[in-house]
């Protein structure tokens, strides 16, 4: 019985050996290094895996080495403190809109920080100002501060992610008025290359406040929350919806490159041009008959709309109005994932009347479903700041050319070939030399110039200051000085 009893112990401490043998074996060095992490990690023997990884662009494709969840500063710690010790490529991702998913690290094999519940979002009216998680979409953003009276100057697609929109601009309502997003930063938390949070602020790490103000997006270390000047929301705004003749884009342009600058900065405005149609949203931010009034300069150069629409409404109203997407998603934001390429220009004089023809006979011709799009800058946007390195401040317009959904494979590559030929040859004639690298585009030649002109220096000093390894890499990162 006794000899019995004593071979059961030994056989039980024989199986406990084995087992923990058993964990050890399937404990890689990256489980076991992520192990105290408190949000959740997703593998991709996970089968949730594959969903998690689909991002807004179904054109560009990578598959991380797991996900991180992070739930606090303390997540983002371990992460980054685990890449280095593993010599893994890391990457955060906030709402993973990058047009070239980036946001995936734009290679296989990284560890993505994916910032989605790092979501707090806390206002102080008084100071008129507002922390905001850098996991926030911008629908989310735009439903909370306008419950509380505020707004701040941002994009118009509510699934976009703060973190990356306002590290690399991010320009829509009241732009003209308020400026880029990133104009409206005021401090910073971010943890960098050695796992240390900084503060950052226009006094203290000061050169990083300016780099991450237009520069930000993958480059620097992450950020992991920010905080925002706030604005009243006035009372009422004005949404404004013209139609006119696609026969009649000349004399529209004529009025736009002509107005567009002069135009009061409650004024936004975004023409829409494809092979069928001319259209304009704009949104003013105030009631009905100051709206009136003050897109009349414009409204009579222009040529007379086929439909035109005023629409008093709040401003969240307004952000539902052009978000293009059902009322009840803006505040509870999703992705619609579809394929699609865009180039990015910009100009600083209206665009001629051959190259308005240039670009009509292209969408015209071009073998997938292709817009333009015309954002009038001016105003606040164009205010020159040196603790930014937005260097875009002398734009008349911005332009956004885009094909989307393709049916076959074939018919992609054809037409991305179509845009990136296309796209070369019009900005070197028609447009000034710069692109919007929010729009971020691989196939971009001389990015470095045309994202950040002369700032790309010095982003290169402070990328080497803070980041000599170069851990925060992507295919268009702010390289280190060799
Ligand atoms: C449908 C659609 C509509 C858009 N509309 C507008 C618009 O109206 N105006 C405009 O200006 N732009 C617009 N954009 C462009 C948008 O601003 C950029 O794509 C932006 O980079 C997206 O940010 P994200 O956080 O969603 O993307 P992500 O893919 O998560 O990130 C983009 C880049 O920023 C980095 N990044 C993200 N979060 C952090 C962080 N916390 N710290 C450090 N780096 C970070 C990522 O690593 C990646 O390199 C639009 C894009 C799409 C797809
Ligand atoms: C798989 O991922 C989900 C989140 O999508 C998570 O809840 C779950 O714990 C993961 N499963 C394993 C075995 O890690
Ligand atoms: C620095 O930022 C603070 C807070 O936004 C602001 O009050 C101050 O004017 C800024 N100082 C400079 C020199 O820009
Ligand atoms: C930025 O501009 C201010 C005043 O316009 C000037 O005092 C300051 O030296 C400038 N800073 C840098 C870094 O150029």
Redesign the pocket.
Same mark, same amino acid.
């Given at each position: 019985m006794k000899l019995i009893k004593q071979l059961d112990i030994i056989l039980l401490l024989i199986w406990c050996i084995l087992l923990i043998n058993l964990v050890n074996v399937n404990a890689s060095p990256l489980t076991s290094c992520l192990a105290s992490i408190k949000g959740q990690t997703v593998y991709p023997n996970n089968k949730t895996f594959p969903s998690l990884i689909i991002?807004?662009?179904l054109y560009v494709n990578y598959t991380p080495s797991v996900l991180v969840y992070a739930v606090n500063n303390q997540d983002v710690q371990t992460s980054v403190n685990c890449a280095v010790k593993l010599k893994m490529g890391i990457?955060?991702? *906030?709402? #993973?809109? *990058?047009?070239?998913?980036? #946001?995936?690290? /734009?290679r296989n094999n990284v560890m993505v920080?994916?910032?989605t519940n790092?979501n707090e979002i806390t206002i102080d009216s008084t100071a008129k100002t507002a922390k905001i998680g850098? &996991?926030n979409?911008?629908g989310v953003i735009y439903d909370k501060l306008s419950q509380a009276g505020f707004l701040i100057p941002?994009?118009?697609?509510p699934?976009?992610?703060?973190? &990356?929109?306002?590290?690399?601009? &991010?320009?829509?309502?009241a732009g003209r008025k308020y400026g880029?997003?990133s104009d409206n930063v005021i401090s910073m938390e971010?943890v960098d290359a050695n796992g240390n949070i900084l503060q950052i602020n226009n006094q203290t790490n000061s050169d990083l406040f300016f780099a991450?103000r237009g520069a930000? /997006? #993958?480059? +620097? /270390?992450?950020?992991?929350s920010f905080v925002f000047r706030l604005h009243e929301t006035p009372p009422q705004v004005t949404a404004m919806q013209f139609q006119f003749k696609r026969s009649q884009v000349q004399q529209l342009f004529s009025a736009f490159n002509q107005v567009g600058p002069t135009l009061d900065n409650n004024i936004d405005l975004s023409i829409a041009l494809d092979k069928g149609s001319l259209s304009i949203d704009g949104l003013y931010l105030g009631p009905l008959n100051d709206a009136r009034n003050a897109v009349e300069p414009f409204l009579s150069k222009a040529p007379k709309p086929t439909s035109s629409k005023f629409t008093p409404e709040s401003f969240f109203d307004s952000v539902k109005t052009f978000s293009y997407v059902a009322p009840s998603e803006v505040a509870k934001p999703k992705h619609?994932p579809y394929f +699609?390429k865009a180039k990015s220009f910009l100009v600083t004089k209206g665009l001629t009347s051959e190259a308005i023809n240039v670009l009509s006979d292209f969408l015209s011709t071009v073998s997938c479903d292709t817009y333009a799009l015309f954002?009038l800058f001016g105003g606040a946007a164009n205010i020159v700041d040196n603790t930014s390195s937005f260097v875009h401040r002398d734009t008349l317009y911005g332009i956004q050319l885009l094909g989307q959904d393709w049916k076959t494979k074939a018919q992609g590559d054809k037409c991305v070939k179509q845009l990136n030929d296309f796209g070369k040859e019009f900005q070197s004639k028609y447009t000034s030399y710069f692109s919007? $690298?929010?729009?971020?585009d691989r196939d971009l030649d001389d990015w470095q110039t045309r994202y950040y002109g002369n700032n790309f220096n010095k982003l290169v000093d402070i990328k080497t200051k803070y980041d000599p390894n170069n851990l925060?890499n992507?295919p $268009?990162?702010i390289p280190v000085k060799h």
């Open positions: 991002d807004e662009n990457t955060a991702r *906030s709402g #993973g809109h *990058s047009y070239e998913k980036y #946001g995936l690290g /734009g920080v994916d910032l790092m850098a &996991g979409r911008l941002a994009g118009t697609c699934s976009v992610g703060i973190g &990356g929109h306002s590290l690399g601009g &991010g320009y829509g309502f880029l997003a971010m991450l930000g /997006g #993958g480059s +620097f /270390g992450i950020v992991t619609h +699609f954002d919007y $690298q929010n729009y971020i925060f992507f $268009q990162s």
